[in-house]
């Protein structure tokens, strides 16, 4: 019965402190971190996730990584007996949701952007984005000869020679690459840093001269060199409708419309693919699972328009699955699709932005198990309450427990965000253990389940076109209970 029952287990994880590791890349919180760690252990969770900052690493000077402070903090991790997730962090932390620490990408990368600005996302009014590189130099040599994903790819490489006893232990187990902002595979289309305040739609990111060069080619070889990026999108704080792109009719309807959104989604997904490419080939044969992170654009969703989902990159709309083109890109590197907002429930949204993280959650985490990919989920927002923690609890086990093996469908695994001092005393770490039991369902911690096999070789490119076939016709997500059967 137990043996049946693990096949229910869902793996969790807790997210680690921004600041864990210094702005001067120094680990100096030892004690604490050690006593967290060891109320982790105690709440029986799998493993934790850390950022791992691109910015403090090889923030001196080129090619030269510091990854002392980490192997301190890997050991503990070690120690407490806690498996690891790794995030290869390429953006800034600073300036989005719950940025509590500033950590720049590297200042010799920045310094290049002072005399070409245009190495970074720029938005119509030339506002410059420093969170991220633009895609527009993935393959530009721009960086003392490197292309930025030889930059990302360098990166990697020397983590996993540095870190290679942690992997070959088997500690770290999970390599979640970032690809943008936030460590998300999207374009910065709503940064706070720049004024964009919810809900407001965002804006297109792909003014700089590269990709601007890319999208003129593009349209010239389709036969329309007269076509030019978007200038009706409105701004950040704009609704829909104050637009002509996404008013009912509107431009994202009509043929370079559509020209445009298919470009500027397949970018995101081009992008994520060659820098998976890379991981895998850097990973090959580790116990490790690679990763990509999706960002839960849940408001607007009730609209025909998907406004701010577009701006992001992601071109779903009512009867084109935006997401399942990502998770048919993903199944050539073996690879997990996490996703966030796993504790949202629509009426706690306001009206006003027509929002609906249910619905979307269930149709991502649809889509990619019908690519036949482990799905993964966070939560976006900080959250102690039973409430939140049976709805995550629902999203794990959309059709809660099967006594007789695996169920239809579940989650491979869930990371919360993230470990602090109001989680771990009283009622709220009472709850926490509670509902860490409940993912587990009711069983005691496993270290056996999903052991990770050696990574194997991404399979051979699969042709955009292919990966455009899956985008329609949009399925309906499997069904989901309205409650959890194992609440907390």
Known sequence: MAGNLLANYVQVYVMLPLDIITVDNTFEKTDETRAQLKKLTEAGVDGVMIDVWWGLVEGKAPGVYDWSAYKQVFKLVQEAGLKLQAIMSCHQCGGN?????????????RDVGEGNPDIFYTNR???????????????????????????????????????????????????????????????????????????????????????????????????HPEWELPDDAGEYNDTPEKTQFFADNGTYQNEKGKFFLTWYSNKLIKHGDKILDEANKIFLGC???????????????????????????????DDRDGYKTIAHMLT?????????????????????????????????????????????????????????????????????????????????????????????????????????????????????????????????????????????PRLEPFPFDKNTDLPV
């Open 125 to 223: 009014r030339r506002l410059r984005n420093i969170e991220y590189l633009t895609i527009g130099v993935d393959d530009q040599p721009l960086f003392q000869g490197r292309t930025a994903i030889q930059l990302y790819a360098d990166y990697m490489k020397s983590f996993r020679e540095n870190m290679a006893e942690f992997l070959d232990a088997g500690v770290i187990v999970d390599i979640e690459v970032g690809l943008g902002p936030a460590g998300e595979m999207r374009y910065p289309s709503y940064p706070q840093s720049q004024g964009w305040v919810f809900p407001g739609v965002g804006e297109f990111i792909c003014y700089d001269k590269y990709l601007e060069a890319d999208f003129k080619a593009a349209a010239a070889e389709a036969g």
């Open 287 to 317: 116990r490790v699972q690679l990763a990509i992170k999706i960002s839960g654009i849940h408001w607007w969703y009730r609209v025909p328009n998907h406004a701010a989902e577009l701006t992001a990159g992601y071109y779903n709309l």
């Open 97 to 109: 949701v719950g940025d509590v620490v500033n950590i720049p990408i590297p200042q010799w990368v």
């Open 332 to 472: 050539r590197h073996y690879a997990c699709m996490n996703f966030t907002c796993a504790e949202m429930r629509d009426n706690e949204q306001s009206s006003e932005a027509k929002s609906a993280p249910e619905e979307l959650v269930q149709q991502v985490l649809s889509a990619g198990w019908r690519e036949g990919l482990n799905v993964a989920c966070e939560n976006a927002l900080g959250r102690y309450d039973a409430t939140a923690y049976n709805t995550i609890l629902r999203n794990a086990r959309p059709q809660g427990i099967n006594k007789n093996g695996p169920p239809e469908h579940k989650l491979y695994g869930f990371t919360y965000l993230r470990v602090s001092d109001e989680l771990l005393q009283g009622q709220n770490y009472t709850t926490f253990k509670t509902f860490v039991r409940r993912m587990h369902a009711n069983l005691d911690y496993n270290p056996q389940v999903d052991p990770v096999a050696p990574l194997k070789r991404s399979k051979p490119e699969i042709p955009i076109e292919e990966i455009l076939e899956v985008a329609q």
